[in-house]
């Protein structure tokens, strides 16, 4: 990837309600050229979605769960690959308060998910749930549970100095 190209993305991510033409000062390229970066990034899916990051407190968010499973390679082997991504996707699309979910590895796990609650009833209602969808599936599950009501966060959830990182390593 061209570093105009990484300059640019680092820029959006720092703030993507810029104009082109704002974006072209601070680059020190054309207007039209921004334009043109920035379409040809979105149609390669480097860009995939413009959002934004709110303040989860005040939306009366209360807990953010980091959930992780050990899948049950016996039941496993009942079910193909597209089954699984299935019931993954089915279970994601009934749980509105998932923010992201993968398989992986480490800590001894293959599966995880990030959660949102608005209090402690409802991550424990999400959790009843998520045992009896996955029974037999998962052989562990397993939370790690953050209040994002506490003032004790020492640096909030922000994209903005990644791809400075990114740039830096390359």
Known sequence: M???????????MKNSRRSDRE???VLGISQPTVSRMIRKLEKEGVIKEY??????RRLGVEILAFTFGVWSYEKLKDFSESER??????????HPNVVF???G???GM?????????????YDEFMKQAEIEWAGLL?????????????????PFSLRHLMDYIRQKK
Not at 51 to 56: E, G, K, R, Y
Request: proline residues 2%.
């Open 110 to 122: 293959g599966r995880m998910i990030i959660t949102a609650h608005k209090n402690y009833s409802d």
């Open 85 to 94: 991504i299935e019931k993954a996707k089915k279970f994601i699309s009934n």
């Open 2 to 12: 061209k570093d105009t190209e990484l300059r640019l993305i680092s820029e959006l």
């Open 23 to 25: 974006l072209s000062r």
């Open 51 to 56: 959002t934004i990051i709110p303040d989860l």
């Open 139 to 155: 052989t562990k599950l397993d939370s790690f549970t953050l209040s994002v009501r506490t003032d004790a966060i020492t640096m």
């Open 105 to 107: 590895r480490g800590l």
């Open 101 to 103: 979910a993968s398989s």
